[in-house]
């Protein structure tokens, strides 16, 4: 078979076949061969697939494979782009080289990274000659990575196997936007980040991840090389992190860090650029120490700015978001935060005056480069400011918000409402061919919902939006069944939090173990796992907890060793947790995922349906909330010899209208609703697992 034939993808995925040759333990399924055809046949039309892909399709090989046909015959750069680094590591490290040599196809691949996981030469040799101000944990890293730095061809932190504690100091070496001088660095021939850029420019199949992506569009495409061809894996979130990505930030740490780097005065230490300056150019004095003033002048203004917006605070949890609406600029506090925000404005502006009157004194010498560093992060910081308190807050189509942690305001945040417009502007208007992938796309097996939320529905009517439906090939029906308990008292109620307590306690008796619980709120998990923590300790069960019991990844780790463990997960576990065999056996749903309406994502949404004079309920809450129970209950079967039950202890699924939207997104066929002395005999009789002894 000629290698470049796109006609019959088919080929590629038969036994003794490249795909075959590249996987082991490959299994021919037609729905890979039928995505594999189908994204083939969109390069080729230059068309826009969007594609579900259920859980055992294979859909990593059935986009690689076209893909490198289509680079390899078109001379033209493929770029993949995922959500998490895990997928990317594993499309890098094993997916691309092995299906390579299977086809034996001569191309070049990269994966690309943003700077800050590579090593800045200009920070480090400074660091090295005693410039910079260490703590004595900061000197215990750069003791450790001596010999790494000197010896590394890569300056990827990738190469480095420290604890996490050292590690935390990566940054004091990290390439960064504010350091970075570009073309007038003394290190910029043996720059590590430059290389990596120059390497993107010969790959022909680049892999990057969605913030790498993101950022790209609103650096202009200054990040990766010119591309026409895109395929974006676990799309299901582009909108949410669209959103996220290309928001305008005021942040307090961002802001203050770059004003203490100038100057910083307590009362044990001076120290800060201006303060290395003084020593070195005594002649300048006068001018530093304006410049030294005007710093302190407006660290005391941030400080002042942020504190009102702490004291604006109306909610008693310690971190949510607050978004600004028109009600609020009435407000006493409001007034006084553009006052301060005013006066800090306009020392930031005399503070910039006065560093390009030492730019010019310096003209000439290595510090005029690093004045000019800081020119450009000041003018960022002041920009993005001004965008947020004066230009946006007016803006029909922006939604501002303030980001509080612990209970102080920590960044304010501007974001555009119809985030798909935006989309459509900066990404997809210079592609040939998009490809669009996720287990988890279509609501009801329509595909309305998300052409409309990432902005593809103004392409439908050229008919250059193709959409494409592969189911899991599992066995559904007798792998798994879906339990409802009926007599569950009202989520919103005080009982829900000790009646679900109550009843994961019988189902733990049931199922040994081997649970995923996912919660929608960190109060009820807590709530939880403090009343059933002594009894599962009693009875010898390993009851993880996430935010309590270690990181994401640990907490996952060890719930596949141990096997009977009951792991209790908020959002982070919702999705893009594949355990296979008998470690997961039953996933428990406390409550149906509808998003907070308070959240300024879902405040953004409403305000995009008022606009179209749509329901939002019926036009973002519901799909959004039917999305996330999908990848939710899509936990649960990830193999052909997996099974188990799904129960969920939402009343709502069975009693609303809208509960069939639910039930009629996910691939589980059986769905029975029973009362809670039932669920655990059911439960047995389904999985067929002993009785844990009581004590």
Known sequence: MSIYKMKKMADYFEPGGPVSQAVPGFVY?????????????????????????????????AYLMPAFLWSFREKEKVVI????????????????????????????YMEAKGRENYLCWNKYTSILAGKESLSEAQQQFITKILNWAERTRTGDKKELSLDADLMKHWPILAADRRGCRKDLCAYHDKCFRLKMMRNLHKADIIVVNHALLLSDLQVNHSLLPEYKYLIIDEAHHFDRESFDK??????YLESSDLLKALYYKDKKFTRGYLQHLKSRYPNLLEGLNGASEIVARSMDGLDDIFSILSSSRQSRESSYSMVIEDGHLEQSWFFKLMDAYLEWQ????????????????????????????????????????????EENLDRKDCINWIEYRNGLAVAMTSSYVMIGDILRDRLYNGLESLIMVSATLAIEERFDYYLDKVGLSYFHSDERIKTLLEKSPFDYENQAILYTVSNMPPPNSQEHS??????????????????????????????????????????????????QNGSSGSLLEEFVASKDSVLLGL????????????????????????????????MAADKNCRFQRRNSFQHFMLPDGAMRFKQGTGRLIRSETDRGVVVVLDHRLEKSSYGKTFKN????????????????REIRKFIAVPQVTEL
Do not use: H
Request: overall charge negative; charged content about 25%; glycine content about 8%.
């Open 29 to 61: 399924r037609q729905e890979q061969a039928s995505l594999a055809q189908n994204i083939a046949d969109a390069f080729t039309n230059r068309e826009f697939l969007v594609a579900e892909a259920g859980t055992g399709v294979g859909k990593t090989y």
């Open 81 to 108: 782009s995922t959500r998490t680094k895990a997928l990317q590591q594993q499309i890098i490290g094993r997916d691309i080289p092995s299906l390579l040599e299977a086809t034996g196809l001569d191309l070049k």
């Open 246 to 251: 290309l928001a305008y930030t005021f942040s």
């Open 346 to 389: 306009g020392n930031i502006r005399l503070l910039m005056d006065q560093l390009r009157r030492l730019e010019q004194e310096l003209s000439g010498q290595e510090e005029e480069v690093e004045i000019s560093s800081f020119l450009g992060s000041l003018q960022e910081v002041a920009e993005n400011a001004y965008l947020i308190m």
């Open 498 to 547: 000790p009646a679900t307590a109550r009843v994961l306690l019988d189902i733990i008796d049931a199922t040994g173990g081997g649970m995923l619980v996912l919660f929608t709120a960190r109060k009820q998990l807590q709530e939880v796992a403090e009343a059933i923590g002594p009894i599962c300790r009693a009875k010898g069960i390993d009851l993880l907890v996430q935010d």
């Open 571 to 602: 959002e982070t576990f919702w999705e893009g947790v594949d355990v296979k065999g008998d470690s997961l056996r039953c996933v428990v749903i406390a409550k149906l995922p509808f998003r907070s309406p308070s959240d300024p994502f879902c």
């Open 665 to 680: 997104s996910i691939p589980i066929v059986k769905t029975l609703s029973l009362a809670e002395k039932d669920l655990a």
